[in-house]
């Protein structure tokens, strides 16, 4: 694997001085199938197409890995016409509530504003496992505080800590 080094090394400036942000993809049980560093001011949304396409899941029997999950938790930030057409031209699921804004335009609307889009709060209730995963890797000193100067040196250090139990 050829490890990736972004000329800001991942620091960027926001309100709390230098940070640095980890973009995660998770499965269902909190391991750890994509992770990117990104400079602190970088949005999450803006990242989720790289994500989606840094998931490699090999395969017990052979060929390629699997690329696509079925589906995508995310939260309200991530609910807009582009996010979920990208997530359907890769045939995956969305499951993301709609913002209270949507909700009121196309209640406004009547008819004439279509179908909403379909929401399975039973599947959305399993998001906060992408949290418990930042959180088990933040337990780890290094995690935490950062104190890698490259961005791959930290990326490893996030990728271990997801490893380790």
Known sequence: ???YEPSDHGIGRSWGGLTTKAHLATDGNG???????????AGDSPMTPAVLDAIAV???????PRRNPDR????????????RELLRGKWIT?????????VANWKRRGRAGGRPPGF???????RNVVGRAFNKAKHR?????????????????????????
């Open 94 to 102: 969305a499951v993301v509530p709609q913002r209270s804004d949507q």
């Open 120 to 126: 399975g709060s039973d599947a959305y209730k399993g």
């Open 58 to 64: 090999p395969r017990l029997v052979g060929g390629p």
């Open 1 to 3: 694997m050829v490890s």
């Open 31 to 41: 391991l750890g199938l994509a992770v990117l560093i990104t400079a602190g001011q």
């Open 72 to 83: 995508v938790l995310a939260d309200k930030a991530h609910f807009s016409a582009a996010y």
């Open 141 to 165: 000193r290094g995690v935490a505080t950062r104190y890698d100067k490259l961005a791959c040196s930290y990326r490893a250090g996030i990728v271990m800590a997801l490893m380790v139990e």
